[in-house]
């Protein structure tokens, strides 16, 4: 081979970088080589020899140098130095490779004008080659749906809760201690890290402009040890589920907390691992899970970038500016299709309140499949009751909850989570 | 676009060169474009409008066309038209894509020579994109190992006899009504199919040279409803697993119907799905699942094949030409890591036969994890009895077979699988 190596120059040595420096540096990616980095301290020992490459303090150096041609951005954070990395690369003509979600579902209209290639299969999912998936291996489908579960601290503390019946105070300390949570897991168990990686697969799979703000997306924050229990009793888990889709092309997308149905295959997907699903015509439903974080499942997608870039084929952030895409619809919910609810309320223990909570689920043309009403879990003049509907409009069952939320003489701490019912 | 388009020749219009004739037709491949045809019956309604192609009687012409830039061979069979067609390709330096695994495992030798690209993801595992994610998507991991569930056929009995109580042959007839199973099923319930496709993956990940009589492949055949049946009173269900994998250095590979537990990410795989698993540094194990087969299934990865065709990225069958392969083992199971086991035999009903046959388990050096007897399922003066042992090695458990063989007073109808329990 007397093609020159590509020169990689790399930004940021936590655990993710230094994984990444090291297979480089054993030579994991043929016509590929690591010759500058960039990192916060450059003394620590990350137990790596980076004797032999230019080490530089401001990241965006890395940009200009003249011993780089593509830069990798693991600096994190949608703004700030990352940001400032990403623009210098793409002013000096170098090709991109990052894993953050954050700056490019927050820069998208920037990024999607730059003139060089970047790249970003660790971004989603981790380790799971979705963003490969869905622009070769599946290059000639139409794509119907996809999702899945996108945030491993979510689904950590989720079956944490479920496998231990721990609460969610409980289940999140385990995770942080555990390493799956931040110290300040807001971003993650808001919602807010799945839904950047939704619109990042919205856009890929149904070329929809990427803006946070038109979709709807529940965190995980509210889920009780009450509604872990209940669920089960309806053989349901709860997993924070992300939905795109595109029927009649009317485009719908949103991320919640779901019940999901025991031993199928989204329940199936336990502590921090990722799974996304995908369905397209002709290939029919897939599914692809596995570490969706952490060092080596991150450092692994960006070793394929890298290979992807050494062979030429690297790509622009999606198929066109975003100003030529799909806009957003107003909002994605409540273009859902119908679905089964859950809805969980505590019942105040007086005679009546049943009849007049079915009373006003009537009236608003929602009917009840399932109902379990049990006294632990309590508190004080207090019931849990947990119904499971009929399929119903997010509309109707937003009606219905502001029907009840009025009526605290009957009820109170109302809840109601979509049933995920497509596998 | 002012390069001309990459012009297709087809061979073979069943169900999967009808779908992929559909939709190629419908530009679903930007870049390719179908221009010949052969089938057998140039009239047969696909209900497609072949009018605007040149068909050809005789697949081998599609070779020679001028009209053609790239083969489709959609004949099948291992040898004869399929072969033909893709040798007569390779002479006139013209890319193949096909989906034929019994062609490819069978001629690995002479077609890992031929100077232009052979493209086969839909050979294995259908839908699924597992020969780009080896190559591309886990381009800088070390595979530790990989295979799943392979043929659709065998998974499609095996949860039929599960779910419904079926015996194997009702089962077999179900699965050919539905259309799941050929007329002669013997390729598929042999586990022949599925070793084919292992091989390749062997040689994908591991460089070994395929060679289908070096490994140690079990069909379905002999799987009876009264295995199914106690094997799931220890909590397991049975499924024709592939395993490919290298471990200090040393190949293994097996095809067998083995023991998954319940619940377990392969137990979830029902029906005709297929489902590949990988295990890999750094990125740790992946599970991709999807169909294996049928007409969109498979026309989805040819349609992939087709468009790296396009962007130039066809490649040879494997890295080498397998005489610079690494050379597979004589006897692929043997050095398989030790396993618990299931074993059953039919018990003669008379006082001291579990004695004399845990006897014979433990001069082996097998020692018993779990005992199931059962009166149902037995028949005149024998009884099923189902062991689960400890983790023993091939050797140990073909040597126990043999001694209970010799034992025709005490046991007969033995049968002896392995525990797969990996995730």
Redesign the interface.
Known sequence: MSAPSLRIGLAGLGVVGA?LAK?LLSG??SGAVLTAVSARDANRDRGIDLSGLEFVADATTLAQSDNVDVVVELIGGSNGAALNLVRAAVAAGKPVITANKAMLAEHADELSLATTPISY?AAIAG???IV??LR??????NILALGGILNGTCNYILTRMEEAGLSFDDALAEAQAAGFAEADPTLDISGADAAQKLILLGALAFDVRPDINKWSVLGIEHITARDIALAQEFSYVIRLVAIASCRDNQIYMQVAPMLVRQ?S?LA?IKRETNAVFIE????????????GA????T??AV??D???MV?G?GRSLFAHPTKDMRESPADGVMSAPDRMWYLRLMLTNKAGSIAQITQILAENGVSVKEVVQRSQHGDDNRLPIGFITDKASAQAIMQVGAALQARDDICSDIVHLPLYDDD
Chains 1, 2 share one sequence.
């Open positions: 994984t297979r994991a990616v299969e380790g799971i080659p490969k998936t070769e291996g599946l290059v000639g489908n031993g295959a199936q397209a015509e002709p290939v029919g439903r897939l599914i692809l899970q596995g570490a952490g060092g080596g499942a450092a692994s070793l394929a890298i290979a992807d062979a084929r």
